[in-house]
């Protein structure tokens, strides 16, 4: 069956600490990647996506996130975290042939001021 | 724009009533879908519309109905409530542009079945 992985259900880190964190789907086909935030009490917004091309994908408010084909791996980076960036974060994928976009569980960051 | 909208944003329900949950778009999107997001769960597709006049079962559709009414308008109806349908419900829309599809989300109805 088709799911994502999201190894860590809750970070915390300090505002200027780095930020990975670690998704990985299974699909052995084409895949589009997501990663969407939400911010407490808000909707969920794309912060980054992955259609083809450059594995690196940038994304907004200084995100990024790398795929790795041999992998199966999504993963996504801030250098340095603020306190703003406090959220739940899902990482998503759909396979190019089908309609079902497949979220993972989410990860909820806490970022100490 | 306005992009996905939703009403209610809350509501309170006692088990076996019903109700209907109502989300539109302006962005002239084909798609619409309803999720339910639970603590630890991520979110759940309940049903989908890939075009207006077409709708089908997600993973969880048990207990839900849904109307795409038209090109803008994709509710959702709880026929019998159940606490199990307590949740927050998220309606989103999306295009697909060459094999790409982007999917946008609305705020959210928070649910509760006593």
């Known amino acids: 069956a088709q799911s994502v992985s999201q190894h860590n259900h809750h970070v915390i880190l300090s505002e200027a600490a780095s930020l990975e964190l670690g998704c990985n789907y299974s699909y052995g086909g084409t895949v589009n990647l997501f990663w969407y935030v939400q911010y407490p009490g808000q909707h969920l917004q794309l912060l980054l996506k992955?259609?083809?091309?450059?594995?690196l994908v940038k994304g907004i408010k200084g995100f990024e996130a790398e795929f790795i084909k041999s992998k199966f791996s999504f993963n996504l980076r801030k250098p340095s975290v603020q306190w703003s960036d406090t959220a739940e974060y899902f990482c998503a994928f759909r396979n190019t042939g089908g309609f079902k976009t497949i979220f993972g569980a989410g990860t909820r960051l806490f970022v100490k001021a | 724009n306005a992009g996905v909208t939703q009403t209610p944003k809350f509501q309170v329900l006692k088990t076996g009533q019903s109700m209907t949950l109502q989300c539109a778009q302006d962005m002239n999107h084909n798609s619409m879908y309803w999720y339910r997001q639970d603590p630890g769960m991520g979110l759940r597709l309940i049903y989908y519309?890939?075009?207006?006049?077409?709708?089908d079962k997600g993973e969880v559709p048990n207990g839900y109905n849904v109307s795409r009414l038209n090109k803008r308008e994709f509710s959702l109806r709880l026929e019998s409530a159940a606490p199990s349908q307590t949740s927050v419900y998220f309606c989103?829309?999306?295009?697909?542009?060459?094999?790409?599809?982007?999917?946008?989300f609305g705020p959210g109805t928070r649910l509760l079945v006593l």
């Open positions: 992955y259609f083809s091309g450059d594995p």
């Open positions: 519309s890939a075009s207006e006049g077409t709708t």
């Open positions: 989103a829309s999306s295009v697909s542009r060459e094999g790409q599809e982007t999917q946008y």
